[in-house]
């Protein structure tokens, strides 16, 4: 009976990883060292594939076509505007990039061709009103920016 709970600590565990990161990357996981680790689920459920099927989570292929994306165009906005929604700084492709998420920043130039044509896409047309300045007062008209998309979201 413990061991059964055990799994499912672990399924629930891997369930919220990829709620939070968009990712069921092995090597993020470890890297985060997140309980219960990556060696307690492999030990738990034979391969970290395994683990994966167990959660109901797809897991990554690694013998897939570089040139066939994994995400389409729709997912990947949809996680932009959820990173966006959290942290309007998320809009600027360097703190995305620093933030270490999922889709990276060449996943979304490689969908949109630049970064700003995603934002667009979000309904951030935020290059085209001053943002290009690097005063603090962008920061200020990206958070209103980001708060006027979010309620077309919400629609």
């Known amino acids: 009976m413990q061991q059964e709970q055990t799994k499912v ?3 629930n565990s ?3 990883y990829y709620n939070a990161n968009n990712t069921v990357s092995s090597y993020l996981y470890a890297k985060k060292k997140l309980k219960p680790s990556y060696s ?3 030990k738990t459920f034979g ?3 395994s683990a ?3 959660s109901g989570l797809q897991p990554m292929k690694k013998d897939r076509d570089p040139d066939t994306p994994r995400l389409t165009k729709e997912e990947i906005l949809q996680i932009l505007q959820k990173y966006i929604a959290k942290d309007f700084y998320m809009m600027f492709p360097t703190f995305y990039k620093e933030a270490n998420v999922h889709p990276t920043v ?3 130039t490689y969908h949109f061709g630049n970064w700003k044509n995603a934002m667009v896409a979000i309904g951030i047309d935020a290059y085209n009103k001053g943002l290009q300045s690097k005063t603090e ?3 200020y008209l990206a958070e209103d920016l980001v708060n006027e998309a979010k309620k077309k979201w919400n629609k």
């Open 9 to 11: 600590d672990m399924i």
């Open 106 to 108: 060449d996943t979304v």
């Open 14 to 16: 891997l369930k919220e």
């Open 40 to 42: 307690q689920i492999v």
């Open 47 to 49: 391969t970290w594939n």
């Open 52 to 54: 994966l099927i167990a």
């Open 137 to 139: 007062e962008r920061y």
